[in-house]
């Protein structure tokens, strides 16, 4: 059996942006060479969260090849080959969007995800993570997050698993299971699947945007329900949360249950757990395991290497910006506002000022003119003019500018969560409240929130 083991490792929040590349190749069922190459990213910077996982810093990329150089080294691994990857739906990702930055077409191959395969066949694991299947086969030369490293011990589990099964090739793995290799030709691709084709979520309660953007059927967080628990340093969770949601997954309720398919554990708490401390949640989550549950624990690393790396950024859409809305209303809280920094766009229909006003009778901050503020601010109030531009197609400056900040932020953790709601949002909000103080309505009121100065 032949096939070569691939993982890629990414510089910033954008998929194409390579800065490492492993590769085992196999033959005969043994691993006979081995590559690792350092590649100069596009875009060429790093961020923090990236730089974390992996430890590769700029200045060791800075005068290596940059990728559409190094293909015609490399191409000859890929062109009708079978690749194998651990988590091949990030992996695949990162090669059709590098060489799509490049123009570069797309060669020809088959390939396979060691992960998928692991969990349909080795059920009850903690996760399917490559240290957790490599100790699962023993496996002891992993160094995770480097790319020949990562590679190798797919490599490997594949063999194992082969073995295991008494199996010769990748072909009679996937006849005798029922999996769906995945093909890469020259326009487009089909993923690779344990499974058969699963039925396209329903679409968000709110349809505005003219053109809906399927959701990838093969991520492992499609259709899964996430929980977080423990602090995340790198993402404010509701951040995390959006990002899950936008993959096609599910992360209501917030408590984990016998449901959970993943529970995503903050860096400070999966370093405690490695080190024997148990939660309750924790506990929890090991009891449900060993009763067959579909459930894995993964730490915050984990998660950010399993999701697409560019889904991490900050981006406006319509959908968000409804679905903040409708919540934002649903809650019907008298002091939503109250201590909070709320961010404004230009091309309200009320006056600016006005608006700053109303927000400070909610003992809130309101403006539109300090760009430091983005940051820190906990709502971003959209003009109905730009929601408008938006369904056109069109971006206005104010959303590229609040987008481009706060995703240049290195230190992602200090960012806080965002609620993005329109302005007939805001000003139904401002509507109620009078209506509330003249006892014309009821609103929510939790009275350990509320600041003596809220009028």
Partial sequence: MNFIALDFETANFKRQSVCAIGMAIVENNEIVKTIYKLIKPTPNYYENINMSIHGIKPEMTENEKTFDELWEEIKIYFE??????????????????????????????????????????????TNYQLPTICKHFNINNLSHHNAVSDATACAQIIIEILKDKKINSLEDLEQKFNFRKGVLYRRSYNPFSCCGRKPLPSKTLFEIKPDETSFDEEHPFYQKRV??????????????????????????????????????????????????????????????????????IISENDFFSMIHSEDVSFEITLEQIENDSKKFLERNKYNDFSGKNIYFSNNLSIDRLEAFQMVGYCSGYGHDYDLDEIANSDFFVISTKLIEDLINGVKGKVIIDFEQIRNKSQKRGDLKAIKLISEECFLEYIERRKRFQKGEIKMNIFEHEINNNVP
Avoid: W
């Fill in 227 to 296: 929980v977080f628990t423990g602090t995340l340093s790198n993402l404010a969770r509701n951040d995390a949360k959006s990002i899950v949601e936008r993959i096609g997954g599910i992360v209501n309720p917030e408590n984990l249950n016998s449901k959970t398919n993943y529970l995503v554990v903050g860096t400070y708490d999966y370093s405690q757990y490695g080190a024997g401390y148990k939660s309750g949640k924790l506990k929890k989550a090991e009891e449900l395991i060993a009763q067959g549950k579909d459930l894995e």
């Fill in 80 to 125: 009708n080959k079978t690749i194998v990857a651990h988590n091949a739906s990030f992996d695949l990702s990162a090669l059709r969007y590098v060489l799509d930055s490049y123009n570069i077409p797309y060669p020809t191959l088959d390939y396979y995800c060691s992960m998928l395969i692991s969990k349909n066949l080795y059920s009850g694991l």
